[in-house]
């Protein structure tokens, strides 16, 4: 309603200039105790956490395709990060859930028929052109005009568990093939990266992903931005 907003929050109405939506995450548990450590020790946002673990030792569990970026994060305000690569959380529970029995009969692996795909006829290409360090989108391209008529996604996966498995390139993550693009005048600034940007400032002044350019600006439009930073520096 013009320069405000009205809400009815139990009958009361309630006005206001600003609204911060605060929808929460809720994350899968994986390891044993999780839930009894978790802001003991345990943590799921970098960005927001990353502080309490200044000068200290961290281990980083993978399970995004952000991880990475996350891991850069805290090598710079950490005394040192391990990091377990990218592991689903499926993946994750059933083995930390697994018992001796279990792992035993992991060396006696059952023999599963072998199901046809309609990769099949493509995968010694794919490979080749892999090993010849031919990059994975020509590759895509190439196949699809060698005839393959599949689900392109179904394709994408395979060129991207090959590479993984047998050339340990992990780069490609999810939709690795597809690219959003914006105009050049558009210049797209995600909340991650303007609260890096906040939290790193005492390191140096680091820019972060070009936000430096336009820290001014974005606090002109939206007053939580300098709030946020006057809380974090007045401590």
Not at 10 to 25: H, K, Q, T
Not at 102 to 119: A, F
Not at 160 to 166: G, I, M, Q, Y
Not at 176 to 188: G, N, Q
Request: proline letters at 2%; glycine letters at 4%.
């Amino acid at each position: 309603m013009g320069d405000y907003y009205i809400f009815n929050v139990e009958n009361e109405f309630v006005e206001a200039r600003r609204v911060i939506l605060a929808n929460g995450l809720s994350k899968n548990k994986v390891l044993e105790r999780e839930n009894e450590f978790l802001d003991k020790g345990v943590s799921y946002c970098a960005t927001c956490d990353g502080p309490l673990y200044r000068k200290k030792q961290v281990l980083v569990i993978e399970d995004s395709a952000h991880a990475e970026e996350d891991v850069n994060y805290l090598s710079e305000i950490c005394d040192k990060v391990y990091e377990i690569q990218r592991i689903k959380l499926v993946t994750a529970r059933k083995y930390v859930q697994m018992t001796e029995e279990d792992i035993r009969l992991l060396d006696s692996p059952k023999n599963y028929k072998k199901r046809k795909t309609v990769v099949d006829d493509y995968l010694n290409i794919i490979y080749k052109m892999l090993y010849d360090k031919i990059d994975p989108a020509v590759i895509l391209s190439y196949v699809l005009r060698m005839g393959y008529d599949g689900n392109l996604k179904t394709l994408e996966n395979y060129i991207a568990v090959l590479a993984k498995n047998n050339f340990n390139n992990s780069a490609l993550h999810i939709n690795w093939a597809y690219k959003t693009e914006y105009p050049k005048e558009i210049t797209v600034s995600k909340c991650h990266q303007i609260l890096s940007s906040i939290l790193r400032k005492s390191s140096g002044n680091i820019d972060t992903d070009g936000i430096k350019e336009y820290i001014e600006i974005i606090k002109n439009y939206y007053e939580i931005v300098s709030l946020l930073e006057d809380a974090y520096y007045s401590r």
